[in-house]
Nanobody, 128 residues
Framework: QVQLVESGGGLVQAGGSLRLSCAASGRTFSGAAVGWFRQVPGKEREFVATIRSLSGGNTYYADSVKGRFTISRDNTKNTVYLQMNRLRPEDTAVYYC????????????????????WGQGTQVTVSS
């Protein structure tokens, strides 16, 4: 059974950094298409970043985080990361990682409907 577990959230001041981790169990993350999303109460879950299943792990970001966030993977640890720098109060949300049902994708997956497996989420709070 596949499980995704996020960690690394917390409280940080504006301008600070956090690194979120998404660990997979039940299946190797190597080559998987993985996405990060975030959600605030009363709003829909929104796309943040994704890494696709191509050699080199091409990445794609929402405009709101481009240049500040970096998604990467460490196959030896079966983990995908989201490095978040220059955080802003508007980045405050619960962050989720996700993987598609068929695990691999050569396309950038940016919609929640593209994903099947979801973690439980980790809270990120950025104070002003």
């Amino acid at each position: 059974q596949v499980q995704l577990v996020e960690s690394g959230g917390g409280l940080v001041q504006a301008g600070g950094s956090l690194r979120l981790s998404c660990a997979a169990s039940g299946r190797t993350f190597s080559g998987a298409a993985v996405g990060w999303f975030r959600q605030v109460p009363g709003k829909e879950r929104e796309f943040v970043a994704t890494i696709r299943s191509l050699s080199g792990g091409n990445t794609y970001y929402a405009d709101s985080v481009k240049g500040r966030f970096t998604i990467s993977r460490d196959n030896t640890k079966n983990t995908v990361y989201l490095q978040m720098n220059r955080l802003r109060p508007e980045d405050t949300a619960v962050y989720y990682c996700a993987a598609p049902l068929h695990w691999y994708s050569g396309s950038y997956l940016v919609n929640t409907d593209d994903y099947y497996y979801w973690g439980q989420g980790t809270q990120v709070t950025v104070s002003s």
